[in-house]
């Protein structure tokens, strides 16, 4: 777990910012970033200035990290995005939100999306009553998300919903702790998304 952590924190100061991959440890004073804020190395300081090309591929890999998505995935719903009405790159991030193991990490069933994606893998949860354990499943206006009934004893469910009482919930989702039910009440829009993506240059790097 140490190794995975300082893994984590050098690739946030490779990229030049937080991204959010290692749960609570990124909005602590422990965050590599917080400090250090350069790149691993001792031209970690001196870095040449990005070419429209990185620019561009930089903000699509941080997508990609934000949301545990591979690339062949990617692409994939980037050309779901094009088929949607409306701006493509807004629908790109919708899309990205909208996976069963975002929304586990956004109700606060998990601590990060990486163990949010491990425990759907697990089967612990499941979508209008039937088990999912598919992490990329795409939920829709009006799906229930609840945690299994032989996983509501578990001591580290209990831990991670105790340390995630105070985190706020997106308004387009709906949690209920008491029957630890979740429900996505709405598609989200572009101002629910709080992370620092630009999602034009994915387009733009996309449309070459």
Same mark, same amino acid.
């Given at each position: *777990?140490? %190794?995975?952590?300082?893994?984590?924190?050098?690739?946030?100061?490779?990229?030049?910012?937080?991204?959010? $991959?290692?749960?609570?440890?990124?909005? #602590?004073?422990?965050? #590599?970033?917080?400090?250090?804020?350069?790149?691993?190395?001792?031209?970690?300081?001196?870095?040449?200035?990005?070419?429209?090309?990185?620019?561009? $591929?930089?903000?699509?890999?941080?997508?990609?990290?934000?949301?545990? /998505?591979?690339?062949?995935?990617?692409?994939?719903?980037? !050309?779901?995005?094009?088929?949607?009405?409306? /701006?493509?790159?807004?629908?790109?991030?919708?899309?990205?939100?909208?996976?069963?193991?975002?929304?586990?990490? %956004?109700?606060?069933?998990?601590?990060?999306?990486?163990?949010?994606?491990? $425990?759907?893998?697990?089967?612990?949860?499941?979508?209008?009553?039937?088990? /999912?354990?598919?992490? #990329?499943?795409?939920?829709?206006?009006?799906?229930?998300?609840?945690?299994?009934?032989?996983? %509501?004893?578990?001591?580290?469910?209990?831990?991670?919903? !105790?340390?995630?009482?105070?985190?706020?919930?997106?308004?387009?989702? &709906? *949690?209920?702790? &008491? =029957?630890?039910?979740?429900?996505? /009440? =709405? *598609?989200?829009?572009? !101002?629910?998304?709080?992370?620092?993506?630009?999602?034009?240059?994915?387009?733009?790097?996309?449309?070459?």
């Amino acid at each position: *777990m140490a %190794r995975y952590t300082d893994a984590v924190c050098k690739l946030c100061r490779r990229e030049g910012e937080k991204l959010f $991959l290692k749960g609570d440890r990124c909005y #602590s004073a422990k965050c #590599s970033i917080v400090r250090r804020n350069q790149a691993p190395g001792d031209h970690g300081q001196s870095r040449r200035k990005r070419s429209e090309y990185g620019t561009q $591929l930089r903000e699509k890999q941080k997508a990609k990290r934000y949301y545990c /998505v591979l690339e062949n995935q990617f692409h994939h719903y980037f !050309e779901l995005a094009t088929k949607k009405k409306g /701006v493509t790159g807004e629908n790109l991030l919708i899309i990205l939100e909208s996976r069963l193991d975002n929304i586990v990490y %956004r109700l606060g069933f998990a601590m990060s999306r990486p163990e949010a994606r491990q $425990l759907v893998t697990h089967g612990h949860f499941t979508v209008n009553g039937k088990k /999912v354990d598919i992490p #990329s499943y795409l939920c829709k206006a009006g799906d229930v998300i609840a945690l299994k009934d032989s996983s %509501r004893s578990s001591d580290k469910f209990k831990a991670v919903l !105790e340390a995630n009482s105070a985190k706020p919930v997106p308004q387009w989702l &709906e *949690m209920n702790l &008491e =029957t630890l039910e979740g429900k996505v /009440v =709405t *598609m989200p829009t572009r !101002e629910d998304v709080d992370l620092p993506i630009e999602e034009h240059y994915i387009v733009e790097l996309y449309s070459k």
